[in-house]
């Protein structure tokens, strides 16, 4: 058997432990258990390097407004705001350089406005030049560098950054993507073992050593394996490969995420010559009178304003609000009449394009603010626990001189083939959509029965009446 080596250390006595109706699980659990002890092994260091730094991510929102106060806000709230048409020449004339991307008029009272301006020397090419003005007195307060819809200020980006890809770029995100694909495995195969040793765990309260670690491992494993899987899913959802994958899949069943359309018919190359002066980056009817247009369709604040890419493009104005309640509607315009030639609703998004964009936001800590932001850092907190735990319980398993001694091979020799051909299948299937979960398995497969032969021949060699082959077999 190759049960009682991987827990009887310490779970004693294991047969009065087990469940009576395991029939059906006996066979799986010594697969089970191997797989969850190997993975947490070896992926526990980059959860670890995620947990730490989507700790610091979630409690980034709140150090950018400490950090940044002086931008985002206004010094004092006046009775009137400037027309957009003005804040936007007010910081076209501070910064003069880089083409005029977006506006995000102030969303509150107190709020300065957003001029946002691409291809500025000096800024990442991936980033933008936010020139915060304040929309009493168009005096500009400062200019930052911005990532992304969320409007990431430098300390949040880098720190965003670091937990996306550790600043290597595209190679650095398979780390993240790694840790996405091995954390709900972990949690669902910590979560069975549990369950199915839960009895034996009730008498390991009021214990020490290992026994305790265990049971503590267990019980915040439990209480804390439907934040993983959320976070691990979610993760997914913009990863390298696994994220094709599922926008592929989005797309074939109709339910990618829609964008309302900037195209407008007729002849209206004179968008040019009606540009603002200084640079604004108006077109045709201005940004005022498309700022009217997109409220008389109730697009409220906060929203962001893209000037047409071309002579044939509409202003597009949509909705930036991203907590709840989420607003992101949109409209089209066309900048020679003013007249809206698209609207598109959230409540129109297809199934899939809705879940993808609360589970995000939810993700990044934005979908409930504070509240969504304390639970990440809490859920971030229980991993790192865990993962010391887990060590703590690989250390100890050792028993002095056999440090960290493995879970013995050969678990899934017991399962019966009906069982293990689906279930086969079924990892097959998955490890082709989150290829960073299915190579790694194979790896670690092929790598385990090469091992596993060795130590059979070796065994073979070292006692020539088979004395040791009944250990060989086990091992492969």
Request: proline fraction near 6%; glycine fraction near 12%.
């Amino acid at each position: 058997m190759t049960t009682a080596p991987s827990t009887s250390t310490d779970e004693a006595p294991q047969q009065t432990a087990a469940p009576p109706k395991s029939r059906t699980w006996a066979p799986l659990r010594p697969l089970v258990l191997r797989l969850h002890f190997y993975a947490g092994l070896l992926v526990a260091p980059f959860l670890l390097v995620a947990a730490t730094t989507g700790f610091l991510y979630a409690g980034s929102f709140q150090a950018e407004k400490i950090v940044y106060a002086d931008e985002r806000t206004v010094p004092e709230v006046g009775d009137t705001k400037l027309p957009i048409s003005e804040q936007v020449a007010a910081a076209r004339e501070a910064h003069p350089q880089g083409t005029l991307s977006a506006v995000r008029p102030s969303p509150a009272d107190d709020a300065t406005t957003r001029v946002l301006l691409s291809g500025v020397p000096g800024v990442d090419e991936d980033h933008t030049l936010a020139v915060f003005v304040d929309p009493y007195t168009g005096k500009v307060r400062g200019a930052l560098e911005q990532y992304g819809s969320t409007g990431a200020l430098p300390l949040r980006t880098w720190i965003d950054e670091f937990h996306r890809d550790l600043h290597l770029g595209d190679p650095g995100r398979l780390y993240s993507e790694l840790a996405a694909s091995w954390l709900w495995v972990i949690a669902a195969g910590g979560l069975v073992l549990w369950f199915s040793r839960r009895r034996a765990l009730r008498k390991v309260r009021g214990t020490s050593g290992r026994r305790r670690t265990l049971g503590l491992h267990g019980t915040i494993g439990v209480w804390a394996a439907i934040g993983f899987f959320f976070l691990s899913a979610t993760g997914l959802t913009w990863s390298t490969y696994a994220g094709a994958n599922i926008d592929e899949l989005r797309t074939s069943l109709g339910q990618s995420t829609p964008s309302a359309s900037a195209s407008v018919g007729g002849d209206h190359g004179d968008h040019g010559a009606a540009a603002g002066t200084g640079g604004s980056g108006e077109h045709g009817v201005g940004l005022d009178k498309v700022l009217a247009a997109a409220r008389a369709e109730g697009v409220g604040d906060p929203v962001e304003i893209v000037p047409p890419a071309d002579a044939s493009s509409a202003y597009v104005v949509k909705q930036v609000q991203r907590s709840w309640p989420e607003k992101q509607d949109s409209v089209a315009i066309d900048p020679a009449t003013g007249e809206v030639t698209d609207v598109l609703r959230f409540a129109d998004y297809p199934l899939l394009a809705k879940l993808t964009r609360w589970g995000i936001d939810l993700h990044t800590g934005i979908l409930f603010g504070l509240v969504n932001q304390i639970a990440l850092m809490l859920l971030a907190l229980s991993l790192i626990v865990l993962i010391v735990l887990g060590y703590r319980m690989w250390w100890h398993r050792g028993r002095g001189s056999a440090f960290g001694r493995p879970i013995p091979r050969g678990g899934w020799a017991q399962v019966p083939p009906q069982i293990l051909v689906p279930l086969m299948a079924v990892v097959a299937v998955i490890g082709y959509f989150v290829p960073l979960l299915g190579i790694p398995l194979a790896a670690f497969i092929v790598v385990d029965v090469i091992l596993g032969e060795i130590a059979h021949r070796r065994g073979r060699r070292s006692d020539g009446n088979g004395g040791v082959a009944a250990d060989g077999a086990a091992a492969t």
